[in-house]
Structures are given as C-alpha cells and as structure tokens.
C-alpha cells in the first residue's frame, strides 16, 4: 500500500476541550473554590499552554490550574496532564508509538504542540574528494553544488523557529572543509542561543587547505568532529576510496589531532581488511606520537559491515573481508526519522536524514526556498510517514539496511537528548 493510502484516513484533529483535560478540571475545581490564583503560578499555566497547545487557556482552566499550583503540585505533574491529554496527543505524529511517545520524551520532540526531530541535518556541500565504494556519491543526479548563504540563514531562522537544538554539517554526500563558507557558518551558529551542540563528521583530507591558526578558529566552534578512516595502509585506503592519497589522508588526520585534541577529535574506521587488535594499536600509536597526543586519548571505533542505502546491490562481494550489513525485515516504524530531518545542498527536505542521499523519493517533503521548515513539519505527509502500520511503509525504506526499529530506543535514552552523541553525525 503506498504511503497516503491510509487503512481508515487521518483522524480529524479534536476541537473542542479534550476529556482528559475535563476531567483534569473537574479535579481541580476543589482547589479553586479555597485559593485565590496567584499571579507568578498564573503566568505559568498560560506559557505551558502557549507552548504545548499553542492557545490560551480557558479562565476555568487558568482558574482551576493555578490553583492546583498554588496548593502545592508540581510543574511536572501539570506539563504530563496537558502532553497526556486527547487534545494535545491527538495533534502529534507520534501519539501512536507508545515505545517512544512518553511523558519523559515528550518535549524533545515537540515544539508548540508540533512535531520537530530531535537534531536537523545541513548539507551545505555535496562534493566530495573521494569517491568511496560503499557511498553512492558518484551516483547522485543532483549538481554538486555548495549551498549558499543566504539559504543557510534561511535552514537556521527556521529551525530556531521550531525550537533550535543540534545541528550536524555532515554533508549527506560530500565533505564537509570542501565547504568554502565554513567559517562563516559556524559563526552564525555560534551566534544563535537556540542552537545546542554543532558537530560533523569529516575524512579530514582537506583540512590542509588551512593553516594551523584558521584550523584551530574551525574547530573551536564544533562541540564534537568525527574523522571516518579509510584505510590503514596505502592499498585499502585507494581500493576502499578510489583514489591514491592515503599519505595526504594521514597528513590531514595528524593536523587535525594536533591542532584540535585528541579528546575533541573521534576516529571512526571503515575497514575493508580484518585487522587484528596489535596491528591497530601499531597504526594508532604512530598517529599519536606524529600528532603529539596521548594514544590513550584517542577514541575509536570501526566497522566491516556497510548498509545499502536502498541502492547497492548486495550480491556483490566487497573487497577483502569487508560485507554488507544484512537485509532486515523492515517492518516497523523506523526510529531514524526521528534523529535527524535533513536539508540538502539544493534546500530539498528530507524525512530521513540517513539514507536518501539524491533528494527525489517520497521522503522529500518540500523545498526550504518555497516553504518554511515549520510549514513542512506540519505536512500532512509528515504524519502519513510517521504512520507505516496504516499508510504503509516508503519503497524507498523496504529494503534499507541502515533501519532501526523504533523501540530499539527504549534501550538507549540518551538520544533524545543528544541524538547525535548516540548514534553519530
């Protein structure tokens, strides 16, 4: 069934006072008849509801919640009637996903009563200097461009507009410092008190377009850099990229561990060869002793396996002892949605800031040059796709292997918070 086609429609959004939120004045009316409201608790009751249903307050609903306030009960006991409520749940895409729709979770998601993804992806570049055979850069029918300006300022006010939080500049194909208006961009960042945590992932090749001193101003701005490695060695480096520069490669990851730390720089491998745990260690250690950092600094990580993006056909063996993650049974709702929206260099807006690396499959819910970021969140389609079980799941999500199931983060709380500390980006 294609998406849109739901099972029984999008219920009509409710009008008029919710039952749990009548029944939540009915318990309050006690406290209303013995105390007057109090200003400061007053002022409260509106702004909790401006900001979770968007309206003011009936009087009897100021009465009543101030005075429950003034008696004695908690903010957090007021702010888990109102997100528990028909009226409030009823708005809200995720209403549905018990897995992850709870009290606790709520207002990471939510921003005036609207649905908003817990970080924003900007791909303010889709150019590369490698060409990676497990990444479908080559393949993209979109113009490599770098994004401008002025439609950057745009993604921010708009996203500052819905509630701000963390922004991540890894490009969804490209690399990051081919970007010649990095600086500026993460000045304007630096400058927004919405904006959260600021991080990338980078192949740090072309960090050597910079000096030390302009590398260090870069850096200081990102709360979090992740350097994916291509290879240990000359021959898995050129196979794994398709180009002959491991030695550059190495060069630019040095600079980079000199001039920002160990501590603020993670490495994340993409293996090809199986490696035995001396031979990293060798490999890594001689990268500490050139930058002159600790080896017990350096954080890192690798992989084997690789997702297919929905495009690479995964009879073909990878070189050496690489694989190809194995197909799930895309069944459930898809948790990554929720991590991150992603903006490509061209203003396409994606639902899924994962996978759909050329911005023209029914994820793409509009165009940041045509329509605000809020408008696009309040898509009916947005609603529709955060509904698999009764509109259906996207062709483009049957056979993606980079799928998580949604109550997979009940394991993992600390994405809502910092999603992009949990899962990278």
């Known amino acids: 069934m294609p998406p849109g086609q739901c099972i029984d429609g999008t219920a009509a959004l409710p009008t008029g006072m919710s039952a749990n939120m009548l029944r939540f004045l009915e318990r309050l009316k006690p406290h209303a008849s013995n105390a007057q409201p109090g200003q400061s608790n007053a002022e409260v009751v509106r702004h909790m509801y401006r900001t979770l249903l968007a309206r003011e307050p009936e009087p009897e609903a100021l009465a009543n919640a101030t005075a429950w306030l003034d008696s004695g009960a908690s903010l957090d006991a007021l702010h888990e009637t109102i997100v528990t409520s028909d009226e409030y749940t009823g708005q809200h895409p995720l209403a549905h996903l018990d897995s992850v729709y709870r009290p606790r979770n709520i207002s990471y998601f939510t921003y005036r009563g609207h649905y908003r993804p817990l970080g924003l992806s900007i791909e303010t570049v889709n150019i590369c200097n490698n060409d990676c055979i497990i990444c479908p850069y080559s393949s993209q029918t979109r113009r490599r461009q770098t994004m401008p300006m002025s439609l950057f300022e745009k993604i921010v006010s708009d996203y500052e507009a819905v509630g701000g939080g963390p922004i991540t500049l890894t490009p969804m194909v490209g690399e990051v410092f081919l970007d010649k208006l990095l600086p500026e961009r993460l000045k304007r960042l630096k400058n927004s008190p919405t904006i959260s945590r600021v991080s990338t992932i980078t192949n740090a090749t072309m960090v050597s377009r910079y000096t030390d001193e302009e590398l260090a101003d870069i850096v200081s701005y990102f709360d979090r850099l992740t350097v994916s490695i291509y290879g240990l060695d000359a021959e898995e ?20 561990l000199r001039v920002a730390g160990a501590k603020k720089v993670g490495l994340g491998a993409r293996h090809l060869k199986k490696r035995s745990d001396a031979e990293i260690d060798a490999w890594l250690q001689s990268i500490a002793e050139d930058a002159g950092v600790q080896r017990s600094d350096i954080r890192f990580g690798g992989t084997m396996q ?21 197909q799930p049974e895309n069944r459930e709702q898809c948790a990554l949605p929720l991590i991150s929206m992603q903006v490509l260099s061209n203003g396409s807006v994606s639902f899924c800031g994962c996978a759909d690396f050329d911005g023209k499959t029914e994820l793409t819910i509009g165009n940041i040059n045509d329509r ?18 009764k509109c259906g799941i996207p062709e483009f999500c049957k056979s993606c292997s980079f799928h998580m199931p949604i109550s997979a983060l009940k394991d993992l709380p600390g994405t809502f918070a910092d999603p992009y500390g949990t899962f990278g980006g």
């Open 237 to 256: 480096f050129r196979i794994m990229t398709r180009k002959d520069r491991y030695q550059a490669f190495r060069e630019g990851l040095v600079k980079l």
């Open 306 to 326: 690789y997702a297919n993006w929905s495009f690479f056909d995964t009879s073909t063996q990878l070189p050496f002892d690489a694989e190809w993650t194995p």
């Open 372 to 389: 605000s970021l809020g408008d696009m969140l309040k898509d009916e389609r947005i609603r529709r796709l955060w509904n698999w079980q």
